[in-house]
């Protein structure tokens, strides 16, 4: 039997070419699983160099964050801005308010509730937007502040933004203008007043 391997062309008996021809199966197996695991192994790799990468990067901001954290001046200032926030809101909360335990949002929050005219308002405006609002009605509410004034709550826009809340609709238009109809034959059937 003739035998072609490897470009070779061979004469061998039947058993020696059935011999070959498994081994060079068996090979040509093994070698499609060997590059399949090279393939793996390297995607592998690459996720794994990545994620070292990711940690150097994550170790280098980290202690570029401590380096600056250390560093004396930024301390400084950032003692002189806590200082300075709790010194302006205390003018305005009051020496009662402990702003010890409070972030720096939780105080400027509680600032600008207190000198607003509509502190429920306030409070869902506050909630729904992010920090930049807050800073900036911060600002509005340090520069508006007047320790002579006092703040009052407008009790009526108070008052209609409840009932606004608690109002129950009452049906469509269709029915309002139903009602209007009855209500206008019910005073044609009335007698006039002098």
């Given amino acids: 039997?003739?035998?072609?391997?490897?470009?070779?062309?061979?004469?061998?008996?039947?058993?020696?070419?059935?011999?070959?021809?498994?081994?060079?199966?068996?090979?040509?197996?093994?070698?499609?699983?060997?590059?399949?695991?090279?393939?793996?192994?390297?995607?592998?790799?690459?996720?794994?160099?990545?994620?070292?990468?990711?940690?150097?990067?994550?170790l280098a901001a980290s202690e570029q964050a401590r380096k600056d954290a250390e560093d004396p001046k930024a301390v400084r200032e950032r003692v002189d801005a806590r200082l300075e926030l709790e010194r302006q809101s205390t003018a305005i909360l009051g020496a009662d308010v402990k702003v010890d335990g409070m972030s720096d949002d939780e105080i400027r929050s509680a600032v600008v509730v207190k000198t607003s005219k509509d502190p429920e308002?306030?409070?869902?405006?506050?909630?729904?937007?992010?920090?930049?609002?807050?800073?900036?009605?911060?600002?509005?509410?340090?520069?508006?502040?007047?320790?002579?004034?006092?703040?009052e709550p407008n009790k009526a826009l108070a008052g209609v933004r409840s009932s606004a809340n608690k109002a129950q609709p009452r049906g469509d238009a269709a029915d309002a203008r139903q009602r209007m109809i009855e209500a206008k034959q019910k005073l044609g059937t009335e007698p006039l007043r002098a």
Avoid: H, W
């Fill in 1 to 58: 039997m003739k035998l072609t391997l490897d470009g070779i062309t061979v004469e061998l008996e039947d058993q020696a070419a059935q011999l070959v021809s498994k081994a060079v199966a068996d090979r040509d197996t093994a070698v499609e699983a060997a590059n399949a695991d090279a393939v793996k192994l390297k995607d592998e790799l690459a996720a794994e160099k990545a994620r070292a990468d990711k940690a150097e990067e994550d």
């Fill in 121 to 151: 308002g306030v409070k869902a405006k506050l909630e729904k937007n992010d920090a930049t609002y807050l800073l900036v009605r911060y600002d509005a509410a340090i520069e508006g502040f007047d320790p002579d004034q006092k703040v």
